[in-house]
Nanobody, 121 residues
Framework: QVQLVESGGGLVQAGGSLRLSCAAS????????MGWFRQAPGKEREFVGA????????YIAPSVKGRFTLSRDNAKSTVYLQMNSLKPDDTGVYYC??????????????WGQGTQVTVSS
């Protein structure tokens, strides 16, 4: 089992920045890719990015490329999502996930409870 806890969400003005954290615990989490997703009201969950623990490979969605960055601190078992130049369209609940495939995610993977990000115009 892998447990994931997100933090760092909040209210920010357009153009501002936020850094989300995802703390992981449980056995074998080091073998998983860590992903970030978001879900805006009335919309489907959207892939934001993913990062591997060992190979430092990262994947980022075109909609946030150049503004969002993924990183990790293995000593703290934590993955970060640095979000800059935020726009109102970035508003949503942000979820952290752990899974074996960085580009294929499902309900069988491990998911956190989410953290709300609201960007005001």
């Amino acid at each position: 089992q892998v447990q994931l806890v997100e933090s760092g969400g909040g209210l920010v003005q357009a153009g501002g920045s936020l850094r989300l954290s995802c703390a992981a615990s449980g056995r074998a989490f080091g073998s998983y890719f860590m992903g970030w997703f978001r879900q805006a009201p009335g919309k489907e969950r959207e892939f934001v990015g993913a990062i591997s623990w060992s190979a430092s490979s990262t994947y980022i969605a075109p909609s946030v490329k150049g503004r969002f960055t993924l990183s990790r601190d293995n000593a703290k078992s934590t993955v970060y999502l640095q979000m800059n130049s935020l726009k109102p369209d970035d508003t949503g609940v942000y979820y952290c996930a752990a899974g074996p495939d960085p580009l294929n995610w499902s309900s069988n993977d491990y998911w956190g409870q989410g953290t709300q990000v609201t960007v005001s115009s």
